[in-house]
């Protein structure tokens, strides 16, 4: 699995094609990011952003991506209300570093995963408290759920 996405394929067939983390795949225990698109089959801009989605996973081969419909995994999303697509939800172990959504252009997220990807873990800690809104994202028990799928 060296310099590959880590991920369990389980049944989704498109998690195949793109080597994104299938429903119900979990993260590698050693894997300290997560990458998480909240999105929707019915959402043409989430239909266009998958291969984008894919093309920055190919990118970051250390980080967990995982494409999660809100819909047909509903379980997993629990009560977060996502209002816009796409959704993305970056976290390092147990730190919400950024929720919410974003232009479905690569070089946004490219961007911001390079600058998470250089912080300490101490740097990447004091980010996520630095804001009362990220404060909240650390309290909130499906944000927390999603960082450990």
Known sequence: MENRLRYQVEEDQA????GLAAPGASAQVD????????CAEWCGT???YRPV???????FPHMFFRWLDIEDEADAVGDLDVENFPTLL???KQWVLYFGAMLPQPGHL?????VFGRQSLADSQE??????????WQNDADLQRLCVI
């Open 53 to 59: 989605f894919t093309e920055v996973g190919q990118a």
């Open 110 to 114: 490219r961007h911001l995963l390079e």
């Open 90 to 92: 970056i976290a390092r």
């Open 15 to 18: 998690a195949r094609e793109d």
């Open 31 to 38: 894997t300290e990011f997560r990458v998480i698109c909240l």
């Open 46 to 48: 989430c239909r266009e």
């Open 127 to 136: 980010y996520a408290l630095f804001s009362s809104s990220a404060r909240a």
